[in-house]
Every structure is written in structure tokens, then in C-alpha cells.
């Protein structure tokens, strides 16, 4: 078990103390539950270590980079490709997180938690219910597949309407989809955010301009326990890249 190659899971970085906290305590969960792996933190943007300097601590040992991001845009199929590239053959780069099912029931459970009931947005006789997907937004049209792909997902979990908007180099935009909701109240944003930062900021800014509209925690909160399906995702991402 001792020769098993290096977990170094890769997220965006950010400024936010409490998102930066959020996403150590995902990895300090990924390292509880697999105490035989060795598992290591680095990022892309704005904090530090880097994905080259981590590399290089870890010297010639097996790696696998475990991107911490929501879709394989930019910074997976760019930027961890080119460190991982550059490093040599001994690493290797797992799938993103998303989309993937998991991620649809944590979702789940975020809309619950701000619905008017467990069952039902709005208990309005004949409103019809409707949620939007809100993710940061990438000039990657893969990475604007799967998050439409997530939409769908979460549709299948909780049998209502879901569309998918954007915070940025997306469409359709979420402030224009907001624009055009016919009744906020029968509405709930999900915020499909890995944790709070600046896109967590910017959906609260534009969500905060629509009266009656509310909208959803991201998948990690620095006072909350990392969910169990996102502990599983990571490691099965990293299991999966192992075993190709």
C-alpha cells in the first residue's frame, strides 16, 4: 500500500478565508478516508503552492492530480495538463468532479434546505416550479456541457425544471435568465460553486436584485462537515485514474 502514487488535489484557490477553509477541510476528509494515500493540496490561481511547485516537491514520485473544479475547462485541459506534461510521465491527471450524480444530490439537499417544504418550491396553486443552475462559466464548451449535463442530473434527482445560467464567458447569463423568470418566488438559484468566493459573490449580488428569489448555499460551507458524496467523488476520480 506504501508504493500507491501521491493524491494532489488541485482547486481554483481563493481569497475567501472561509472558501479556502471549505476546501481544506474537503481535503483533510479525502485524507481521513484513505489514511494509505498520501494527499496533497495545491492550486491553479491565487493561492499558493502552485501546481509546477508541488510537482517538484513531490520530486519523481507517482502522482495523481485530482482537479478540485466542477467541469474540465481552462484550467484542467490547459493549465494541470501542461504541469502534469511538463513533470514527466510519472503523473498522471484524474477526470473533474463534475458532472456526475453525487454532485446532483448534494445539490438536492441545498434546495431542500432553502424550499418552502422538503416537497415543493411553492405551495401556490398552479405555480410551476423552476430551478437555475448557477455556475461560475467557462469560454470552454466542454466545460459548459457538463453543466448542462448537471442541470440535467439535478432535474432527474428532483423532478423540477432545471436550467443552467452563468456568471461569466457563458450563456445564457444568470442576470438575463433572471430577468426573464415570470414568478421569483416559485424559483430557487442553485449555486453549483465548490465553495464561497468571488463567483459566490457575484450570484448573492445579482440574486440579491430579484425580490423573493432564493438561492442556495455551494456544495462546501466552512462550518459544515465536506459531504460524504464529494469525500467518495475525489477518491473514485482518483481510483479511476489509477486503474486506466
Not at 478516508?33 to 507517482?62: C, F, I, K, N, S
Not at 464567458?169 to 442576470?175: G, K, M, N, R, S
Amino acid at each position: 500500500m506504501a508504493n500507491l502514487p501521491v493524491l494532489l488535489a488541485v482547486s481554483h484557490g481563493t481569497s475567501s478565508p472561509l472558501g479556502s477553509i471549505a476546501i481544506s477541510q474537503l481535503v483533510a476528509a479525502v485524507r481521513r478516508a484513505a489514511p494509505d494515500v498520501e494527499v496533497a493540496e495545491a492550486y491553479v490561481d491565487v493561492q499558493q503552492p502552485d501546481v509546477p511547485t508541488a510537482l517538484a516537491a513531490l520530486g519523481d514520485r507517482e502522482v495523481v492530480i485530482v482537479p478540485l473544479l466542477l467541469s474540465a475547462g481552462y484550467h484542467v485541459r490547459v493549465d494541470i495538463a501542461r504541469a502534469a506534461r511538463q513533470a514527466g510521465d510519472h503523473v498522471s491527471v484524474a477526470a473533474a468532479m463534475g458532472p456526475d450524480r453525487r454532485l446532483a444530490r448534494v445539490l438536492a439537499r441545498r434546495i431542500a434546505s432553502v424550499s418552502k417544504t422538503a416537497a415543493d418550491i411553492s405551495e401556490r396553486q398552479g405555480a410551476r416550479q423552476q430551478i437555475v443552475l448557477c455556475a461560475a462559466g467557462s469560454s470552454d464548451h466542454g466545460a459548459s456541457e457538463a453543466c448542462q449535463q448537471m442541470a440535467e442530473l439535478l432535474a432527474e434527482e428532483t423532478t423540477v425544471d432545471v436550467s443552467a445560467a452563468f456568471l461569466s464567458a457563458a450563456e445564457p447569463a444568470l442576470p438575463d435568465l433572471l430577468d426573464g423568470l415570470p414568478s421569483p418566488h416559485d424559483c430557487i438559484v442553485a449555486t453549483y460553486l465548490l465553495a464561497t468566493g468571488y463567483f459566490d459573490r457575484v450570484a448573492g449580488e445579482h440574486c440579491g436584485k430579484v425580490a423573493g428569489l432564493r438561492r442556495t448555499l455551494p456544495l462546501l460551507v466552512a462550518d459544515e462537515d465536506p459531504p460524504a458524496e464529494l469525500v467518495e467523488l475525489v477518491l473514485d476520480r482518483y481510483k479511476q485514474a489509477i486503474s486506466r
